[in-house]
């Protein structure tokens, strides 16, 4: 059969492949049913976890009343209906009690803000689409929420050198299909692209399913704007490919989750967006094998790879159970979604074939499908980008995002299945294999503390002993800044806290979030 | 003819395509024949430009006595005849008066060195190959000059993730010498590559020749691991892909020029090395027609395009006559290089192929040839590569490296040309058209004060008129320092100066460079 699917490839029209079937036909990959599980408040952060609110000033009337001076009223968000989705995170884990939201629309608007703000030593919360998983995005207390949810202009595309500037509100989304139109495409791809915002993406670093190929956002943000927390604009928005005069101040907010700046407008590189794409999904009998396949798919598909995904059994029954998706094959230990990109669709094609004839030919690929039509890739898709979604109809997840040497990648699943036994609903391992990036989700009915207590600190200890990082991409946040001992030394989070500590003096941005109590 | 070379591009085996040949066989691209401009002293720097020494103690005896306590004594340098070529800088333009050179071999060497200068208060010079072109590299006054030359040591290549890491003094090729044998590359290649350091390269944030394929150094190094001035190490050196745990400190030490720290270890992500490369070397009538081939290339190669440079007939002239190269076609206002590198020989050249008869057909391309045998592609490489010794030649050299929006790119050149006459030896332009980054150079019998003035600030302020970067890539040293107000924002100068201070609190790294008087 799948020296079958061999050839097929290289003779049928492509669109006739293998046909593949499901529900899943949204644009919008990150749309949810949330009325399974979004039946009850969410438990205060403050409750939840032992913290205590900063020494800032409490927001009053006059303070409101200056900034619906500053904003038209509906801009200012003060009714408690209104305040609960910028309180509450996605994962419905952490809650916050602001009283009140701004939403800017010009970056001279956050400056005013700022300025007031730290005159008044008012803490601040800056937010994005809200589809963080680590409770950064959210305030822990009573901190102001600066929403940029209307900072969403494209302000030009230069089509020869493939720059986009824009403000930081932009739905990652809407960029790219913008771009699209202009033949070009965002360096970034993840789940939550209908609704995270382009600036939370740079200030979080976010990593997903193109980093493979098109590198992380410190290399694509060519430049950005700032507001720092004094209310200074820190200008650096060069839309040069190469400008080495000074230090490269972008950085500092890029992946600093909003503690040193706000992101007000961000220029990015944009690649072609190529002509052909094709995605294969494999089903693979042992992790060696999915090591073997992402070696093979190096080699074979070289410039043209663009994403090398895994997805485990336990993480796969999920996204079919509870979501209702097909998988196209029958059931494997594990599966793969390999991602080929170019600009020529034969030799694309041709490429593809010696890949899987060599894979398949020796047995390392057990199973297996192949598309490029559109929308029946976006459903092989969906059954690797649901899954975080997926995982919260089983109630509670515990949520872990590591980097872990590839040769110790899956053993860490396996071990913490074995920790926890039959006490948890699920653990269950996927993600970026071909960036070393392990998603690890265990979930219970309802959070239970004395599971957290098994699985935290050891997935920590587990992953610091093998030199991973507790947090590949998703950031520290509020969940996780405690830990950053496990991936970093202490002469390094002593230089981040004096980094803090001259950018933002009195500790109004985002506080309670990266650096350590 | 150009038809016909499209056609025996497709027929022809390919080591017979277009015979090119002249006397450039060195593999190391950056042996200098100096004899002939090597001849006297360079000026002091403290002469040429109105500088004052920097409050720091004088070296003594007993500090010479505690350096020869701690590295074996032919690893601390005090002789002058040794000393001169660690005080010039390669371009001859620039010369310091330091009495003693360091050459540590292990972290441990540096942090002492590092704690014994901080507590006298000695002012410190790193240096790798010494190859910079800004006077970065080379000491102002009496700084002692710390080495890298002897950290040398590859430490561990992962050839699954592709990860290598090694001490900041191993040289650029030899890194890529080592890799090619493992199937892997370095991701930046440049004229300096068998004399200048990792290190060195980090901490300028190097550009070169495959920046437009595989990014800045931003994007590639994963970790690193420096030394600050007060001797404390900071241990980022991450050898994992993805890694969002606080703030990414190591960006702080890439391009800041030794200035923040000495960066003593890398850990850089390596692309696979391709299979096969194609080089094709073309003549055009016009500038319009560079910017329509440089289209037209990354539309048709895609993914497989790794460099695209241009030349003008005046840089051409210089390297044909000053190093008596040869060019492999008749003379033409412009000449590009344009490289294409991927995983499967067959598919390249159909590209390359569709590329060439699309430019030519056009009339885009007037004249070209095309290779992909080894020796040939580095006789055409050279004509690129040596221009900047060639230079030399001339007399001395008044070197521009800026970033412009491809627009205005080739009318920097011309309008300089207009401005000087001919008081000038030569008024030229090359670089890296890919990435908008002009190498503008000036040459005169011998340096003159008054060509100089009416160069600077004139290309400066041309440059900021266009939006562009005073340096794209050779970074400010010491010789750019003052014109950073022409790219960078007051308030972001006002930000580098508070890091500098919280990082170096009394200057003793570097001094004199970087950040304005």
Chains 1, 2 share one sequence.
Not at 203 to 220: E, I, K, M, P, W
Not at 413 to 422: I, N, T
């Amino acid at each position: 059969m799948l020296k079958q699917m061999a050839q097929l490839l290289s003779r049928a029209p492509r669109n006739r492949l293998i046909a593949v079937t499901n529900g899943f036909q949204s644009q919008r990959k990150f749309q949810l049913d949330t009325s399974a599980w979004h039946h009850a408040k969410v438990e205060l952060t403050s409750k939840r976890y032992p913290i205590r609110r900063g020494d800032f000033s409490q927001i009053n009337p006059r303070d409101i009343e200056y900034f619906r001076g500053l904003l038209d009223s509906h801009r200012v968000i003060t009714e408690e209906n209104e305040l609960e989705g910028y309180n509450t995170d996605w994962l419905r884990t952490v809650r916050g009690v602001s009283s009140v939201v701004l939403k800017p629309r010009t970056t001279e608007e956050v400056v005013t803000i700022m300025k007031h703000c730290s005159e008044r030593k008012l803490a601040v919360c800056p937010q994005g689409g809200n589809t963080g998983l680590v409770g950064g995005s959210v305030p822990v207390f009573d901190e102001v929420v600066v929403s940029t949810a209307l900072m969403n202009k494209i302000e030009s595309l230069d089509e020869l050198s493939g720059v986009m500037v824009c403000q930081s509100g932009c739905v990652l989304e809407t960029l790219d299909n913008y771009l699209s139109e202009n033949g070009l495409m965002m360096p970034l791809d993840l789940g939550a692209k209908g609704s995270c915002h382009i600036g939370g993406n740079v200030s979080t670093n976010a990593g997903g399913l193109r980093l493979l190929r098109y590198g992380s956002l410190h290399g694509s943000v060519l430049g950005l704007e700032a507001v720092l927390a004094s209310g200074e604009v820190v200008d650096c928005l060069s839309s040069l490919k190469k400008d080495n005069t000074g230090y490269d101040l972008k950085h500092l907010f890029i992946g600093s989750e909003g503690t040193l700046g706000i992101v007000t407008k961000v220029a990015i590189q944009c690649p072609t967006k190529p002509r052909s794409v094709t995605l294969a999904f494999l089903g693979l009998e042992s992790f060696d094998d999915v090591l073997n396949t992402f070696k093979e798919c190096k080699a074979k598909l070289g410039e043209i790879l663009s994403s090398c995904e895994f997805i485990d059994a336990s993480s796969m029954e999920c996204v079919t159970q509870n979501l209702n998706l097909k998988s196209p094959i029958e059931p494997y230990p594990f599966y793969m979604l390999i991602e080929a990109a170019g600009s020529n669709g034969d030799h694309d094609e041709e490429k593809l074939n010696n890949f899987l004839e060599e894979t398949m030919g020796s047995g390392m690929v057990s199973d297996g499908t192949v598309s490029s039509e559109p929308s029946r890739m976006m459903t092989l898709w969906a059954l690797r980008e649901r899954i975080a979604e997926a995982l919260l109809h089983d109630g509670y997840t515990y949520k872990y995002d590591i980097s872990i040497p590839l040769l110790d990648f899956y053993k860490v699943v396996e071990d913490m299945r074995e920790r926890l036994g039959d006490s948890v609903v699920r653990c269950c391992g996927y993600g970026h294999v071909g960036d070393g990036n392990l998603h690890l989700n265990i979930t219970t009915r309802e959070y239970d503390q004395e599971i957290f207590h098994r699985i935290e600190p050891f997935v920590y200890e587990r992953t610091s002993q093998v030199k991973g990082s507790i947090s590949a991409e998703h950031g520290l946040g509020f969940k996780k800044r405690n830990y950053i001992g496990y991936s970093k030394s202490d002469n390094a989070v002593h230089l981040m806290k004096q980094l803090k500590k001259m950018m933002d003096p009195q500790g109004i941005l985002n506080p309670y979030k990266v650096l350590p109590e």
